[in-house]
Nanobody, 124 residues
Framework: VQLQASGGGLVQAGGFLRLSCAAS????????MGWFRQAPGKEREFVAG?????????SYSPSVKGRFTISRDNAKNTVYLQMNSLKPEDTAVHYC?????????????????WGQGTLVTVSS
């Protein structure tokens, strides 16, 4: 079972990044997927989630709504996070995770598989 996140890096404020998370060894298309992040010294927080279908229902943290877009391609077993207008406070390790249910949740406890994380650093 593997969730392989990629696409993180160093970017200036106002810039953009696209994270990808490729799943293998698990059932992907029947479950919602989510992105979380954890900054140093802070708890892991929900960023965005998407329902089981490509183009399915989405949910965003208020801090990223309007700037980030989550999407998925079930044919490729991959979920994406397009991050625009990045701010220094977006700096964190970003994790993808598979939800236990078909609709996204903002609670980490309702996700059963996690990727290793990819670091996003936004400079001011």
């Amino acid at each position: 079972v593997q969730l392989q996140a990629s696409g993180g890096g160093l970017v200036q404020a106002g810039g953009f990044l696209r994270l990808s998370c490729a799943a293998s060894g698990l059932t992907f298309s029947a479950y919602a997927m989510g992105w979380f992040r954890q900054a140093p010294g802070k708890e892991r927080e929900f960023v965005a989630g998407i329902g089981e279908r490509s183009g399915g229902s989405t949910s965003y943290s208020p801090s990223v709504k309007g700037r980030f877009t989550i999407s998925r391609d079930n044919a490729k077993n991959t979920v994406y996070l397009q991050m625009n207008s990045l701010k220094p406070e977006d700096t964190a390790v970003h994790y993808c995770a598979r939800c236990k249910y078909s609709l996204p949740s903002n609670s980490p406890g309702e996700y059963d598989y996690w990727g290793q994380g990819t670091l996003v650093t936004v400079s001011s």
